[in-house]
T-cell receptor, first 115, second 111 residues
Framework: EAEVAQSPRYKITEKSQAVAFWCDPISGHATLYWYRQILGQGPELLVQFQDESVVDDSQLPKDRFSAERLKGVDSTLKIQPAELGDSAMYLC?????????????FGPGTRLTVL | KNQVEQSPQSLIILEGKNCTLQCNYTVSPFSNLRWYKQDTGRGPVSLTIMTFSENTKSNGRYTATLDADTKQSSLHITASQLSDSASYICVVSDLSYKLSFGAGTTVTVRA
């Protein structure tokens, strides 16, 4: 069964350092999402891609966060510099497209701890 | 602002017992409502999805109901098992397919 892949699964870093997360969506899925989930809360959308284009990054803290999906397949989310408040689970999800009630399939997430 | 409120925040039940989780939403215009199960340290996995015209949908021992008039949904777990211990998240989509997530209900099943 196809799955969304994410790496690393866990990341511990010190504040002011740079971190990067990688996501490989299900093959053929045009839409890719990055979410941040703070412990005890639901996921919050950071950025949404349709193929290689950003369609929604209104909640992305652009002074320190960046995301790219250069070839419209896999994607990288970067934080530079990391802050203590960035400690959270970072989830990647993909769907066939965003123009319809298509299910979003989530990856296992990357647990980030900033010390 | 579209909101999704879930209750209770957490609950503990004995193995074999039933439980019901609640979800109230203000998302409008409504497209569909989904329930996800999220095991600790893992990504959410879809259980059910219901559109405006659907009142109930089952997935094994999970049964979701939807009242679009009162903007309420429930998830009923029958004959709970230890593997049901997880967070259950209610997710509501508007007509632009933008998702609003609830904070989740943490269910702990004890032997």
């Amino acid at each position: 069964e196809a799955e969304v892949a994410q790496s690393p699964r866990y990341k511990i870093t010190e504040k002011s350092q740079a971190v990067a997360f990688w996501c490989d969506p299900i093959s053929g899925h045009a839409t890719l999402y990055w979410y941040r989930q703070i412990l005890g809360q639901g996921p919050e959308l950071l950025v949404q891609f349709q193929d290689e284009s950003v369609v929604d990054d209104s909640q992305l803290p652009k002074d320190r966060f960046s995301a790219e999906r250069l070839k419209g397949v896999d994607s990288t989310l970067k934080i530079q510099p990391a802050e203590l408040g960035d400690s959270a689970m970072y989830l990647c999800a993909s769907s066939w497209t965003s123009n319809g009630p298509y299910e979003q399939f989530f990856g296992p997430g990357t647990r980030l701890t900033v010390l | 602002k579209n909101q999704v409120e879930q209750s209770p925040q957490s609950l503990i039940i004995l193995e074999g017992k039933n439980c019901t989780l609640q979800c109230n939403y203000t998302v409008s215009p409504f497209s569909n409502l989904r329930w996800y199960k999220q095991d600790t340290g893992r990504g959410p996995v879809s259980l059910t999805i219901m559109t405006f015209s659907e009142n109930t949908k089952s997935n094994g021992r999970y049964t979701a109901t939807l009242d679009a008039d009162t903007k309420q949904s429930s998830l009923h777990i029958t004959a709970s098992q230890l593997s049901d211990s997880a967070s259950y998240i209610c997710v509501v989509s508007d007509l632009s397919y933008k998702l609003s997530f609830g904070a989740g209900t943490t269910v702990t099943v004890r032997a």
